[in-house]
């Protein structure tokens, strides 16, 4: 697991706590950017249940359901009971 992956999911979460959501979205799609990049699905599945708690700690859940399948899909690739 690369662990500037877990720093930019605290940040994120930090910046979302902070009220900057859309600075918050960034660093989730930096992370997820480069979870792709070392092809790490375990890191890849960090960043989307960041970004779906992100997505719950807003109340954003409208044309948000791409990300909710995606980390639903990388729960069931890690055998992860959720």
Known sequence: MCWSLWLYHWLRVVAAGLGDEQRARRFGADALRLAGERHDRWA????????CWLNAAVDRFA????????????????????
Not at 44 to 51: P, V, W
């Open 63 to 82: 044309d948000e359901e791409a990300t909710f399948e995606d980390v639903m899909a990388a729960a069931r690739w890690s055998q992860d009971p959720l």
């Open 44 to 51: 890849a599945a960090i960043a989307l249940t960041g970004l």
